[in-house]
Structure formats: structure tokens, C-alpha cells
């Protein structure tokens, strides 16, 4: 009777509480993953993308009842909130308390992106590009956080972002391409030939050229703007 027992045991352990387990943790991780995304969408005031996300995924009741009032509330107040204002704290939600890289090394990392052709995309498409430049600014900025990387700067529709590690910054640079590629562009931004995509090419959507260079670099604290701004032969 009791070498039954064990094997009953031994087989419950294995086959089901295991097997349970396993589901509450795939579960669990699911559930953080679209918290996340929501989240990342509603830091973004990309409303009717929260509303959506939140309408076709299975979360805890609490965590849904929370992202469903701050989702109210944002609408109610939205109309009263400027545009300005909304990409200001938007922009610098991400970065502004992290360490500026290089205080103490006095290296770092440079990275500067640009849009290509960015201008001839604004005058045959200005709302397309308007909308489309919030989506790659909001996939430039989750990239820098993932990657510790510092915003110095934006210049027109070009960042420049100090990083630590080399590695970070080319690991930014590589994974900000994928998440290019495979954001949800304005239709009237893909209608232009030149951004489209036929499902072969690497391109979809703007086309982000991207530098990096290490070396020593001056670093100096803009009181102005309260942030750190970059100078020397490794920026130039």
C-alpha cells in the first residue's frame, strides 16, 4: 500500500500540481506583460489604443477596475490638457532622474538618430508625419529607458541620447529598429511609397539612420533646462 501512495504522490507532483503551477505563472507573467503595454499606452495619452488593449485581454478584476477609472478620468480631462504640454511630460517622464553618463568617466557613449528624408516626408504628408512622429518618438524613448540610456537632447525630429556602455547603446540601436519596423505607422504615412512595406523588404514606416561613437566627452549641466549637454570631439 504504501510504494501505491508514493507513486500516487509522486505522480500528483508531477503531473498536476506542477502542471498548475506552471499555468499560474504563465498567467501571472501574461497579465504584467499587458499591464505594461496599457500602461505604455496610456503614458502616451494614446487613449483609443488603451481602451482597445484593455477590452481584448484577460486581467485581474482590481487591475482592471484601476485602469478603467485613470482611462475616465484622462478622457474627461484631456480636452483641457495642451498638446505641448502632453509631449513635455511625456518626453521627459522616462529619463529626467536618470545620471547623466560620463559625470565621473568623462567618456561615453554618443548616439545620434535622424529621420531620413524627414523633410520631403513633411510636405507631401504633414498630419501622416505629425502622428507618425509621435510614434517614433514614443519607440525612441522606451528604448533609451530599456537601455539606461540619457536623453540629451531632441533637435528637430533627430535625438542625440549618452549612454554608459557601449553595448547598451548599440543594443538600443539595433532593437529601436526592430520596434520601427514593426510599430502601427498612419495609414496615410504608408500610402507613400518610400515608406511602404511589402512584407519583404526591412523597412516599414520612417526610416531612422543611427550613429554611435565613443570617446572622452565634456559634459555640462544646462541651467536653462536643468539637463546635461554633451561637447568635445567624441560629439562632433
Same mark, same amino acid.
Given at each position: 500500500l504504501v510504494p501505491i501512495m508514493?507513486?500516487?504522490?509522486?505522480?500528483?507532483?508531477?503531473?498536476?500540481?506542477?502542471?498548475?503551477?506552471?499555468?499560474?505563472?504563465?498567467?501571472?507573467?501574461a497579465s504584467i506583460a499587458t499591464a505594461n503595454s496599457i500602461a505604455t499606452s496610456l503614458a502616451d495619452f494614446d487613449?483609443?489604443?488603451?481602451?482597445?488593449?484593455?477590452?481584448?485581454?484577460?486581467?485581474?478584476? +482590481?487591475?482592471?477596475?484601476?485602469?478603467?477609472?485613470?482611462?475616465?478620468?484622462?478622457?474627461?480631462?484631456?480636452?483641457?490638457?495642451?498638446?505641448?504640454?502632453?509631449e513635455e511630460m511625456f518626453s521627459s517622464s522616462l529619463s529626467i532622474d536618470r545620471a547623466a553618463p560620463g559625470l565621473t568617466s568623462k567618456e561615453a557613449a554618443i548616439v545620434f538618430t535622424d529621420i531620413q528624408g524627414s523633410s520631403a516626408t513633411w510636405e507631401a504628408c504633414p498630419e501622416g508625419m505629425k502622428k507618425g512622429l509621435r510614434v517614433h518618438d514614443g519607440a525612441m524613448r522606451e528604448c533609451i529607458y530599456a537601455f539606461n540610456g540619457y536623453e540629451v537632447k531632441t533637435i528637430g525630429d533627430a535625438f542625440m541620447v549618452a549612454f554608459e556602455d557601449t553595448i547598451d547603446a548599440v543594443r538600443f540601436s539595433l532593437d529601436v529598429? +526592430?520596434?520601427?519596423?514593426?510599430?502601427?505607422?498612419?495609414?496615410?504615412?504608408?500610402?507613400?511609397?518610400?515608406?511602404?512595406?511589402?512584407?519583404?523588404?526591412?523597412?516599414?514606416?520612417?526610416?531612422?539612420?543611427?550613429?554611435?561613437?565613443?570617446?572622452?566627452?565634456?559634459?555640462?549641466?544646462?541651467?536653462?533646462?536643468?539637463?546635461?549637454?554633451?561637447?568635445?570631439?567624441?560629439?562632433n
Amino acid at each position: 500500500l504504501v510504494p501505491i501512495m508514493f507513486i500516487l504522490l509522486d505522480y500528483y507532483f508531477k503531473h498536476i500540481l506542477f502542471a498548475r503551477i506552471k499555468t499560474d505563472q504563465d498567467r501571472i507573467s501574461a497579465s504584467i506583460a499587458t499591464a505594461n503595454s496599457i500602461a505604455t499606452s496610456l503614458a502616451d495619452f494614446d487613449l483609443d489604443k488603451a481602451e482597445a488593449q484593455l477590452s481584448s485581454t484577460t486581467i485581474p478584476s +482590481e487591475l482592471y477596475e484601476a485602469f478603467e477609472r485613470i482611462l475616465r478620468n484622462l478622457r474627461q480631462y484631456r480636452p483641457y490638457i495642451p498638446d505641448a504640454l502632453l509631449e513635455e511630460m511625456f518626453s521627459s517622464s522616462l529619463s529626467i532622474d536618470r545620471a547623466a553618463p560620463g559625470l565621473t568617466s568623462k567618456e561615453a557613449a554618443i548616439v545620434f538618430t535622424d529621420i531620413q528624408g524627414s523633410s520631403a516626408t513633411w510636405e507631401a504628408c504633414p498630419e501622416g508625419m505629425k502622428k507618425g512622429l509621435r510614434v517614433h518618438d514614443g519607440a525612441m524613448r522606451e528604448c533609451i529607458y530599456a537601455f539606461n540610456g540619457y536623453e540629451v537632447k531632441t533637435i528637430g525630429d533627430a535625438f542625440m541620447v549618452a549612454f554608459e556602455d557601449t553595448i547598451d547603446a548599440v543594443r538600443f540601436s539595433l532593437d529601436v529598429q +526592430e520596434q520601427l519596423v514593426h510599430s502601427e505607422w498612419p495609414a496615410e504615412l504608408l500610402a507613400l511609397e518610400h515608406l511602404a512595406w511589402d512584407g519583404n523588404g526591412p523597412w516599414c514606416g520612417l526610416r531612422v539612420r543611427i550613429g554611435v561613437h565613443y570617446g572622452e566627452v565634456d559634459v555640462q549641466l544646462n541651467t536653462l533646462t536643468g539637463r546635461y549637454d554633451y561637447f568635445g570631439h567624441t560629439v562632433n
